[in-house]
């Protein structure tokens, strides 16, 4: 007789199958492939293949009652020193309030691509601030994220991204550009004429917002982020890098834990290998306490565990999934 666990993985599997295949009606893969971004995209997918991207916000960056603190520099180093044996990429989320200063100090630890973040698409300032690193570092940054699930959050539309997206390029043609949007809402049919424009894609892929997440193995979860990055390369061409998925460390009544964590990066890590085309990023790098009680202020609306994704606690203590993260072999310059 089949065991009840195996009876239940399989039954899982299938509601996954059922629900990915259904997701999209597009005709075939679309991408952008231009001649100018190509070095940036070949830096880029080199990371992707030998190296490690982790999503980072500076842990000095916050929003205290409504107000932004302004990223320090010193404290961008303590970060980035902690995370450099493991991680050579980094994924920002903003280039305002001081946090274009990461480029800087990366660049100095020797990291080996980094893609910056512009939050808000309509701020002139915050992307000129990303360009100004872009230009200050041509070997480290890769590339420009345009916005973060800012078309899933209806703060702006597809169209308005795309056209954002064709100005960017028009001033910065070597950087290969993109923006981070839920799985699903990239296999909206809707999606294509964006997916066409973009020369990678970051997407956010999280089984713990999946209803039946509390009651499966982490096995399967990691099984659910492949899944869907299959389902994903059905309607784009160009690389994909995961930019966010994972589990929080707390609230435990809510099923999450440091060990669930670690378990599930341990699974994820065996079944998805790293490849020019496809990999993931861990998601995040520090914990960010404020999130609880001012994350309405960027558009979001926070739960207990917005607080505790990182792999790191906010004064850079190590939680356990770390362990399961290999060091990085040194690299030859």
């Known amino acids: 007789m089949m065991s009840l666990t195996r009876s239940f993985r399989l039954a899982t599997l299938l509601v ?16 952008q492939k231009r001649a100018e971004a190509m070095p940036a995209l070949r830096r880029l997918e080199d990371v992707m293949m030998t190296g490690r991207f982790v999503a980072y916000d500076p842990t000095s960056l916050q929003f205290v009652n409504g107000r932004a603190t302004r990223a320090d520099e010193a404290s961008i180093l303590e970060d980035l020193k902690v995370l450099r044996p493991r991680f050579d990429g980094l994924i920002t989320y903003t280039s305002a309030n001081g946090a274009d200063k990461v480029a800087d100090v990366a660049a100095k630890l020797g990291y080996r691509a980094l893609i910056m973040g512009v939050y808000d698409i309509a701020s002139r300032e915050e992307l000129a601030s990303a360009l100004a690193a872009a230009k200050r570092h041509p070997e480290l940054v890769v590339g420009l994220s345009i916005g973060n699930e800012a078309v899933f959050s209806k703060r702006v539309t597809f169209d308005q991204i795309a056209s954002t997206v064709t100005m960017v390029r028009r001033m910065a043609p070597a950087l290969a550009l993109t923006t981070t949007e839920p799985f699903h809402v990239f296999l909206q049919p809707a999606a294509q004429p964006l997916l066409s424009q973009l020369d990678f894609m970051l997407v956010n892929v999280h089984p713990i917002y999946e209803p039946w997440f509390r009651y499966i193995l982490d096995e399967i979860a990691a099984d659910f982020v492949v899944q869907a990055v299959d389902k994903l390369a059905d309607v784009y061409c160009g690389p994909i890098l995961v930019k966010e998925t994972g589990e929080p460390t707390a609230p435990e009544q809510a099923g999450y834990t440091p060990t669930r964590q670690a378990l599930f990066y341990e699974a994820l890590y065996r079944k998805f290998p790293s490849t020019r085309e496809r990999a993931f990023a861990y998601f995040c790098a520090f914990d960010a306490p404020w999130r609880a009680n001012d994350g309405l202020l960027l558009g979001i609306h926070p739960g207990q565990e917005d607080s505790h ?3 790191y606690d906010e004064k850079r203590r190590p939680k356990p999934a770390v362990n399961v993260i290999p060091l990085l072999p040194k690299m030859a310059k």
């Open 16 to 31: 996954l199958f059922v629900v990915l295949a259904g997701a999209s009606s597009f005709a075939g893969p679309v991408c």
């Open 309 to 311: 994704w990182g792999i």
